[in-house]
């Protein structure tokens, strides 16, 4: 079978979709103003401060591209699968064994290639009827089937057919996934999907925490199911901006040093700033930050998550007057400047330039020596 859906590097773009989406949300008047822009001066030389010229700025992605392994890996999945051989993608969701967040990386992928064609989906489920992994990316399409079918706006802008077409999908879709959940007592995926469409069916608090719990007792410091935790927490939701910032901070205080969760804490501070809200400010909001930076050190140097929080971590540390801090984030990041957080101010290169130099100015910074220089840039220009 020919498709035109080629997955060249799916696997790192279905993450970056998921935390790219920290930044976004449904639009709202909030969201829709746009910051003054900053000015550059003419006089500034990024290489000066161990920065990517801006000629080099890459606005196509957050992030450096996967490897060719990767690459290939994925598309030998989706081939397999979409000519009929479901058993690729068993193995390849299986192999994460135990890591859920890999686990889980991986299950995303085997659902984008499920929206392009789920026949082999239909095969494996016919096959091996009592496999949690399929029995839940089945309940796991119905939620984003639920919501394609809704859209992005405010609910009185939604059609009434539609609406009533998402409202009965999702509690059948949780139904789905507890029929998933009993098939392997000891994978949090179906939970997860649970925890995802709990906010859509519309669960109250007493009916989502026992959701939550399940999710938490099987993967403690799972990162989507926490981000999904999150979006429930949030004021356009079930919570308050203050549940939410809560959820976040206990989330990031209870994370093992390796862990990714503190990201978490960004993509609250994200929705603060969508819905016009400012932003915590003053010494316990800098200790936090400079803890995610922390845990971004730490993390695994290929982890396709971290660019995308590196981007939060460094418009967030500029907002809290930690410029010398941010300053370092933008070396790390490199030319990579296809994040949200700059796209939504206009043109994502002059964003994310005008804050570095912003960063590189406020901080004090000195020009570093010419030979430093040139060993800083070429490592951003070649990761």
Known sequence: MTHLLILVAASLAVVLVRHLRGNSTVSSPANRRSKPKRRVPVSFDAAAYGLVPRESLDPRRPGPPPSEGERKQSQAVADAAWDGDWRAAAAYVAAAGDDWDERWSRFELLREI?????????????????????????????????WAIRGGGFANEVPAENMARFRALLPAAIEAARRAALLDPENPAPWVVMVTAARGAQYKPDRFQPLWEGLVARAPHHYEGHWQGMQYWCAKWYGTNGKMMDFAEKAMDAAPPDSLLAGIYLHALSELEGRGCGVPIGSAATARLT????????????????????HLLAHYMG????????????????????????AKQGDPVEAFHAARAEAARKSNAQPLPPEERTKNTDIALHP
């Open 291 to 310: 803890a995610v930076a922390r845990a971004l050190s730490s993390a695994r140097p290929d982890d396709p998550r971290v660019p995308g929080l590196r």
């Open 114 to 146: 499920a929206r392009e064609d789920d026949e082999w989906l239909k095969a494996w489920r016919d096959a091996d009827p009592d496999n949690c992994d399929a029995a839940a990316l089945e309940a796991d399409l119905m939620v984003h089937q639920a």
């Open 319 to 342: 907002e809290a007057g930690m410029y010398g801090e941010a300053l370092e984030q933008f070396r790390l990041i490199g030319r990579w400047c296809g994040a949200q957080v700059w």
